[in-house]
């Protein structure tokens, strides 16, 4: 930890605001989704704490509104903030789980398909480039369909079967350029197996753009479920998702009832947001050649 605290990356990080801005606004919300059921004034998928006579009630502020519901409630008479905050919790799960399952995926085959090269290298990367020239909110779509089932399940999996190529690809290319390096000549030298130089020279030298693509792909996760949320091919509508919500709420949007899709939108706009400042400093962290004010010439 001390060690952590005391490199020149963890100095660069504190000193740059809209890294540590980016990770308060995460950890502000990642806290919140844990937490959803001790902090949340309604669990608004328990049908036994809903009243119609509750719905489309306006934010405390507005004439009409009253407590405990601080944001309004929906058509169901649900409170907008507790579905928000268990929103945020499939949220983060669909995109935690698609980063760890896809990547593994993905470096697994990156690393074999470019240490060892010839058919294997072909096949797969063809097979990835084949898969990437497709849209990846058409084929999760599609794998929806056929599967004829919705959940947090059959998302991640729909999601993962385009996400592991980005890391493939990437995870490929910085093969190609570590296995050059002379420490991997003079480890074959000595006899050191494949699977020694794989595991112990070349992924750790090959890893640090797996971790910035990662942090990318989070907020495009996060993004693409919501979007298939909104489409009514995500999650069932008896599960907590920030796109299912905006979607309810577009169809009372000329009926003045904004609340309904403000804050969600609002809540998926800041968790993105919170992804991509951290993103952006991991990226320049990583390569210092794009560094702000830090251009390596």
Not at 58 to 76: H, R, S, V
Not at 193 to 208: E, G, Q, T, V, Y
Not at 221 to 244: D, R, W, Y
Request: aromatic share 10%.
């Amino acid at each position: 930890m001390i060690r952590i605290l005391r490199s020149r990356r963890f100095y660069h990080y504190i000193k740059d605001i809209s890294a540590v801005g980016g990770s308060l606004i995460l950890l502000i919300m990642l806290l919140c989704a844990i937490f959803a059921p001790i902090i949340a004034p309604q669990n608004p998928y328990d049908m036994r704490t809903l009243y119609l006579e509750d719905s489309l009630k306006p934010p405390i502020w507005m004439k009409g509104g009253e407590a405990p519901f601080l944001l309004g409630t929906d058509d169901q008479g649900r409170d907008i903030l507790s579905t928000i905050l268990y929103g945020c919790r499939t949220s983060f799960t669909v995109g935690f789980s698609v980063i760890i399952i896809a990547g593994m995926i993905g470096v697994t085959i990156g690393l074999l398909a470019g240490f060892y090269g010839g058919l294997l290298d072909t096949v797969t990367m063809r097979l990835a480039d084949a898969i990437f020239s497709f849209s990846t909110t058409l084929i999760a779509m599609l794998f929806l369909a056929i599967l004829k089932t919705r959940g947090i399940g059959p998302v991640i999996i729909a999601i993962i079967i385009t996400d592991w190529v980005r890391y493939a690809r990437i995870m490929r290319g910085s093969v190609l350029s570590v296995k050059e390096e002379d420490y991997i000549s003079a480890a074959q030298a000595v006899g050191a197996s494949d699977f020694r130089i794989m595991l112990k020279h070349i992924l750790p030298n090959a890893i640090p753009p797996i971790m910035v693509i990662a942090a990318v792909d989070f907020g495009a996760v996060v993004m693409l479920e919501a979007t298939l949320s909104f489409l009514g091919v995500g999650v069932p509508i008896n599960k907590p998702s920030l796109g299912m919500m905006i979607s309810i709420g577009k169809n009372y949007i000329y009926a003045g009832k904004w609340w309904l899709i403000v804050f969600p939108g609002a809540a998926l706009v800041l968790m993105v947001f919170g992804i991509n400042l951290l993103a952006d400093w991991l990226r320049e962290e990583i390569n210092p050649k794009i560094s702000k004010g830090k251009l390596v010439k």
